[in-house]
């Protein structure tokens, strides 16, 4: 089991920065992708960020060179840095982790954190 738990939401302007983070325990970290994705109320969850074990990122469109994924497993801690951020990244923030390979689909996560939300005000 991999236990994951988010952080860093709250609430900002528009144009303004937010560093989520996602602190994982239990089994080894390194193996393990993670992947950021976000859900508003009566929508369905969305790919935001994923990152491979080794380093590699992959980013949706909505957000590509706006948020920055990173990673410390010498703290089993992800990181997604957002700037610039717009009124509709307004949603709440999982992290989720997988074996090894990073992916979009949320359906080849195994372990989930409860989530952060995220409000971006106009």
């Known amino acids: 089991q991999v236990h994951l738990v988010e952080s860093g939401g709250g609430l900002v302007q528009a144009g303004g920065s937010l560093r989520l983070s996602c602190a994982a325990s239990g089994r080894t970290f390194s193996p393990y992708a993670m992947g950021w994705f976000r859900q508003a109320p009566g929508k369905e969850r969305e790919f935001v960020a994923a990152i491979s074990w080794t380093g590699a990122s992959d980013y949706a469109d909505t957000v590509k060179g706006r948020v920055t994924i990173s990673r410390d497993n010498a703290k089993n801690t992800v990181y997604l840095q957002m700037n610039i951020l717009k009124p509709e990244d307004t949603d709440v923030y999982y992290c989720?982790?997988?074996?090894?390979?990073?992916?979009?689909?949320?359906?080849?996560?195994?372990?989930w954190g409860q989530g952060t939300q995220v409000t971006v005000s106009s």
């Open positions: 989720a982790a997988k074996r090894v390979v990073l992916s979009v689909r949320e359906n080849e996560y195994d372990y």
